[in-house]
């Protein structure tokens, strides 16, 4: 579904993705793996658009990947750390807005991803008032309100405390189950060990 | 041996004397001397607040001078452009006591915070300063804004006493205004803090519709010598209200304006209003922390008119746009009674300011890739569902404003082109400082920062051109 050829990304004279190149096919987890500073934001934010690359090719179903292709957009949920909320829309109203702007008809999938993130006490907050913890559900959330095929998450198990990062690894294997493709950044061992089957490893080399 | 009952004292001796701790003015002066040592004297601060004034100053005295030296050019009559000013007094001293509030007024930056309020140096000793200053702002600012009331009022022919008495009154309001604020700077702020600003407004809309009904009562009368005498108490009372609290003022309250300080001074220096405008907003967010959505769900639908719904939701969640929107209705009705000649003019640019207050969904989903992203559709279609509101709301307000002039099919040309400006606006790409720069008499500028300033507003002065100098 996602394939990356000889992806490379320089900041000035420093090259941060080296001619990177991998494939992330439906139902497969893909944990992008690496110390601080190897550059797995900076792929995710070149897979998802967010970020452009230097040279390399990004593909999803051999189609160019362009960021701002309807095509795309409907396809790739992501979390990146550049998420941005509406700031006089609701907890609530963000995730009804997310789920119908993309065609969804059931009101039950949104009440049911914020009783399981635990954001019902929330429903009504506006963004500015979360913490930083809730920001993030809410910001899973998103993902999970709406139809995709790739999920490109950053760090997920960032904020989240025991439970909710029992509930993210759950989720990422109901999304195997269900044919969606993902790629993840993590630096939780536990959680790439419990959903990922392939590793991408970034950093210098030996 | 045991120690005796009453040792308490023998203990308590045996603790190291507390260190002694410097008086506020010997701390300030150190830390004076030590900033002068590194060369961070107040060269630089003095040229950037000139710099300041001079570009954001130069228009309004021109304009003054020319208003008041074209008498011909004030059809209105005296008792009218009273009432005005007194309506616009009142709202700018509503305005004022809000911006009071919101900044502090006494506040201390970030780093006054940790290394010197966080001290034991006497709180008092160490605020009597800034409040020093803020009276003699307010004073000072008072004093103006009353001269300039008076002679928008047109009563710079009654003499110079007139004019001076007005100042006089001003100031002891501004200082009072500073004092109160000061006295009352621990307490939370309450909504019905803003009701001189909806007095003032009120007022504005019953001078303008008593004009149009030609039945404008008889100039206040102003007894100037009572008005400064009563000022005067009230302004002493200020400021011994402001001394009391002094000591007491926490650490919070002078920490809570810091932001919008620090926000402000960056907007001003970087000519970028969305470096305050975001704080504001924040803030404004956070202090009305929910809303009430449960009971009326969005419903589903095309995705365009789920975004539409949410914008239109929206929309009564920000009052105070609202209010400013109907509000600026009024400024070509008001320019017709005290400077007709630039009626036009105003017109296009409170419309555009208008307008611009109806598309904050705009530039949400402008400014953030995220947002866009996530919303999944092109970004010229994400662009056109979130412009229906304000184009709607240009409309209306054009509409709302014609009552100065004939109803003519040619001035859509100037709703279309507000709308635009302000979508020209709202998509300007984020700024960069790193590249070229121009050499302006202001010292070198990005010419990126430029063509951001100037985005939209180019706009607003062609369709100002249009107004002034293209014939009907």
């Not at chain 2, 305005?95 to 010197?116: I, V």
């Amino acid at each position: 579904m996602l394939s990356v050829a000889n992806l490379t990304r320089r900041f000035g004279e420093r090259v941060v993705l080296d001619q990177i190149s991998f494939t992330v096919t439906a139902g497969e987890v893909c944990a992008v793996i690496g110390a601080n500073g190897s550059g797995k934001t900076t792929l995710l934010r070149c897979v998802v658009g967010a970020d452009r690359a230097d040279g390399g090719q990004i593909r999803l179903d051999g189609r160019p990947m362009i960021e701002t292709d309807p095509v795309v957009r409907a396809s790739v949920a992501c979390v990146l750390d550049d998420i941005d909320f509406f700031p006089d829309l609701s907890v609530g109203e963000h995730l009804d807005l997310l789920a119908y702007a993309h065609g969804g008809r059931e009101p039950d999938v949104v009440e049911e991803i914020i009783a399981e993130l635990g954001l019902s006490d929330a429903r009504d907050q506006l963004p500015a008032t979360l913490s930083s913890g809730q920001r993030r559900r809410l910001a899973l959330a998103s993902c999970f309100v709406r139809p995709r095929r790739l999920l490109v998450l950053d760090e997920p198990e960032q904020r989240l405390d025991a439970e909710g990062r029992e509930w993210l690894a759950g989720a990422l294997l109901r999304e195997r189950e269900a044919g969606t493709a993902v790629l993840l950044a993590s630096h939780d061992p536990d959680l790439v060990a419990t959903v990922a089957d392939s590793h991408l490893e970034l950093g210098p080399e030996d | 041996m045991s120690p005796a009952i009453g040792s308490t004292p023998a203990v308590a001796s045996a603790l190291p004397p507390a260190p002694a701790v410097p008086s506020a003015r010997r701390l300030r002066r150190r830390l004076r001397a030590a900033r002068r040592e590194h060369g961070s004297g107040r060269g630089g601060d003095i040229y950037l607040v000139l710099m300041i004034i001079i570009v954001f100053g130069a228009i309004g005295p021109r304009y003054l001078n020319r208003y008041l030296t074209h008498p011909a050019e004030q059809p209105a009559p005296e008792a009218t452009r009273w009432w005005l000013v007194v309506a616009l007094a009142v709202a700018a001293a509503g305005l004022t006591w809000q911006a009071l509030r919101a900044f502090g007024p006494l506040l201390a930056m970030p780093s006054t915070q940790a290394w010197c309020v966080a001290s034991p140096v006497a709180r008092r000793g160490w605020l009597i300063t800034p409040l020093g200053y803020l009276l003699l702002g307010g004073a000072l600012v008072g004093a103006g804004a009353g001269a300039l009331g008076t002679l928008l009022a047109g009563a710079a022919a009654s003499g110079a006493a007139t004019v001076g008495g007005a100042a006089v009154v001003g100031a002891g309001t501004g200082v009072a205004m500073a004092g109160a604020a000061t006295g009352v700077q621990t307490r939370r702020w309450h909504p019905a803090e803003r009701v001189p600003v909806l007095v003032g407004l009120a007022g504005a809309v019953a001078v303008i519709g008593l004009r149009y009904a030609h039945v404008v009562p008889a100039t206040p009368a102003a007894p100037v010598r009572w008005s400064a005498l009563a000022v005067a108490v009230v302004a002493v009372a200020g400021a011994v209200a402001a001394l009391g609290r002094l000591g007491r003022i926490d650490r919070a309250a002078l920490a809570a304006g810091a932001p919008l300080a620090g926000a402000a001074a960056s907007a001003a220096i970087f000519m970028d209003a969305t470096l305050f405008s975001g704080v504001v907003e924040a803030r404004r967010w956070r202090r009305a922390g929910r809303v009430r959505s449960g009971l009326r769900r969005l419903r589903p639908g095309p995705r365009w008119a789920v975004l539409l719904r949410a914008e239109v939701r929206r929309l009564p969640r920000r009052p105070g746009a609202l209010a400013i929107w109907a509000a600026l209705i009024l400024v070509p009705y008001a320019l017709v009674l005290i400077a007709p000649e630039a009626a036009g003019a105003g017109r296009v640019v409170a419309g555009y300011l208008a307008v611009g207050r109806l598309a904050a969904g705009l530039r949400a989903v402008c400014r953030s890739p995220a947002l866009r992203r996530s919303l999944g559709d092109t970004d010229q279609r994400l662009y056109r569902v979130h412009l229906v509101v304000p184009a709607a709301g240009a409309l209306l307000w054009w509409l709302a404003g014609s009552g100065v002039s004939a109803p003519d099919p040619n001035q859509l040309v100037f709703v279309i082109g507000l709308v635009f400006a302000v979508y020209r606006n709202a998509t300007a790409p984020s700024r960069a400082y790193g590249g070229p720069m121009v050499d302006t008499p202001f010292g070198l500028v990005p010419v990126d920062l430029l063509r951001q300033v100037l985005r939209g507003l180019d706009v607003v002065a062609v369709l100002v051109f249009i107004e002034l100098f293209l014939p009907a």
